[in-house]
């Protein structure tokens, strides 16, 4: 089975999702993944069954609303709109976060749950989990996630230890 079939069987429809959710992307770029899934595209994978997303912000609405159309339920948060199909486990979020839009300007393309799409540069990738880590508004279970999240960089990427904060890199030791 590939990557793919098994995310489909564990996420009752994930990935059938995450390719419905791609072909509304690619209608609307520019648009790249963060977070997790990103973080997999780089280093050893873990399974995730959220998939975070930064898209130019003034093509949220007209995103939100293909969603809508092709039966994505939609949330709308503080700092993001969450998109999720009733019977899925695969759980979407488009961050409102400015910061991230400075990520469009450099991707890269890589394979995701068997989708060619464009992917945060690892640099961004960091940049984006520590400002999550730091976050203190967010559920410890969240940020000790971003801390796992930076530490297998660290561990794959010791040129790139630099961007990590010290406390989290120093736990490789």
């Not at 809508?68 to 999720?84: C, L, T, W």
Request: proline share 3%.
């Amino acid at each position: 089975m590939t990557a793919a079939e098994i995310f489909e069987f564990v996420t009752n429809g994930g990935a059938s999702d995450f390719s419905a959710i791609v072909k509304i992307l690619n209608q609307n770029q520019p648009w790249c993944l963060i977070g997790g899934l990103a973080v997999n595209c780089y280093v050893e994978p873990i399974y995730t069954i959220d998939a975070d997303i930064v898209v130019l912000t003034d093509r949220l609405r007209q995103v939100s609303q293909q969603l809508e159309q092709a039966g994505f339920q939609i949330q709308k948060f503080e700092h993001s709109i969450n998109a999720k199909r009733r019977t899925s486990q695969l759980r979407i979020q488009f961050t409102t976060d400015a910061r991230y839009q400075e990520f469009l300007a450099r991707k890269e393309e890589r394979e995701v749950l068997g989708q060619r799409v464009p992917v945060a540069t690892l640099e961004n990738v960091i940049l984006g989990k520590v400002w999550a880590w730091k976050d203190q508004t967010r559920r410890v279970s969240k940020r000790k996630k971003d801390e796992l999240d930076l530490l297998r960089i660290a561990e794959s990427y010791p040129k790139l230890r630099e961007k990590i904060p010290a406390e989290i890199v120093e736990q490789l030791k």
